[in-house]
């Protein structure tokens, strides 16, 4: 192994472990009650679009774009919950929202563009 198969290994573990980690602090933003992900939320959701641009396929893009959409929601409902103080009208801002949030990351990251084949197809 020359270095620069080496180098190249290196990066390939590193991207792998920066994933995971992004991943790991998500679930654990999502699953604290401090409300964390209202602060980490704009610095989050730009990077799980990133990763879900880049992702090599339709299930691992799907997988970037509903921890961005969750991420979304909670920022949502806490902003929304600071401003009114009615955790109903909160949940479903938050709601809304995601929604929007949601399409947009569809529209943007190319998820419809690696749909599975569709029965009778010849692909």
Do not use: C, K
């Not at 704009?42 to 990077?47: C, K, R, S, Y």
């Not at 902003?79 to 929007?100: K, M």
């Amino acid at each position: 192994m020359n270095g620069s198969e080496l180098a190249r290994d290196l990066r390939a573990v590193g991207s792998v472990l920066m994933r995971i980690g992004v991943v790991l602090l998500t679930l654990l933003l999502l699953a604290s009650i401090g409300g964390g992900m209202a602060l980490a939320a704009p610095v989050l959701v730009p990077i799980h679009w990133f990763l879900a641009r880049s992702a090599s396929s339709g299930w691992t893009r799907g997988g970037w774009i509903f921890l961005a959409v969750f991420s979304i929601w909670e920022a949502a409902w806490i902003y929304a919950y600071v401003l009114v103080q009615n955790e109903t009208i909160a949940v479903f801002t938050g709601l809304a929202i995601s929604l929007f949030g949601a399409m947009a990351f569809v529209a943007t990251t190319g998820v419809h563009e690696t749909a599975p084949p569709t029965i009778g197809s010849t692909s």
